[in-house]
T-cell receptor, first 114, second 113 residues
Framework: KAGVTQTPRYLIKTRGQQVTLSCSPI?????VSWYQQTPGQGLQFLFE???????NKGNFPGRFSGRQFSNSRSEMNVSTLELGDSALYLC?????????????FGAGSRLTVL | GENVEQHPSTLSVQEGDSAVIKCTYS??????FPWYKQELGKRPQLIID?????GEKKDQRIAVTLNKTAKHFSLHITETQPEDSAVYFC????????????FGPGTSLSVIP
């Protein structure tokens, strides 16, 4: 079956702009989690969406937002970009059920803010 | 909220030797502990996981041990090979479907041929 698809793979923006990233999960998966990965900071949890509802949120400012559509595809948006937002943004698809929740990651969207 | 610490941050071993990575977690309600491997330029992939009702789990050359009392768990890789070189992330998750998966900061493992 198809894996997790993230678009775009690479993008360059300037400070103050906004960006929207997309993630299509594995067919049948209802949970999409977003992580920010920067060198030395590991995988920082942004938020999780399940059945179109934000179920969890990490410690990021309100400039970071997301949503999920009825087909489970998810988007995240970052407004008023800052240099520090440069990172690899990974989404992870999961069943979203209790217990073992195996995450399958997409290839990521690498954002560079100039 | 849950916090996961991981040590060491970098690890170099000779090919054929063993490697051990240790993690601690803060939330005693956590009951699911996966390990992910991320090779350079690639996405993280699950390599092994363990649930709190099990103390140890093995899969060929890798094993994970869990000590719920001490709130720590470890990844053991035996007979290391150059292809084991990668960044390894431990993670923890609570019992309910509402619990998020929180990752440790990662360990960069280098296996020297």
């Amino acid at each position: 079956k198809a894996g997790v698809t993230q678009t775009p793979r690479y993008l360059i923006k300037t400070r103050g702009q906004q960006v929207t990233l997309s993630c299509s999960p594995i067919s049948g998966h209802r949970s999409v989690s977003w992580y920010q990965q920067t060198p030395g900071q590991g995988l920082q949890f942004l938020f999780e969406y399940f059945s179109e509802t934000q179920r969890n949120k990490g410690n990021f400012p309100g400039r970071f937002s997301g949503r999920q559509f009825s087909n489970s595809r998810s988007e995240m948006n970052v407004s008023t970009l800052e240099l520090g937002d440069s990172a690899l943004y990974l989404c992870a698809s999961g069943t979203g059920t209790s217990g073992a929740n195996v995450l399958t990651f997409g290839a990521g969207s690498r954002l560079t803010v100039l | 909220g849950e916090n996961v610490e991981q040590h060491p941050s970098t690890l170099s071993v000779q090919e054929g030797d063993s490697a051990v990575i240790k993690c601690t977690y803060s939330d005693s309600a956590s009951n699911y502990f996966p390990w992910y491997k991320q090779e350079l330029g690639k996405r993280p992939q699950l390599i092994i996981d363990i649930r709190s009702n099990v103390g140890e789990k093995k899969d060929q050359r890798i094993a994970v041990t869990l000590n719920k009392t001490a709130k720590h768990f470890s990844l053991h890789i035996t007979e290391t090979q150059p292809e084991d070189s990668a960044v390894y992330f431990c993670a923890a998750r609570g019992e309910t479907s509402y619990d998020k998966v929180i990752f440790g900061p990662g360990t960069s493992l280098s296996v020297i041929p």
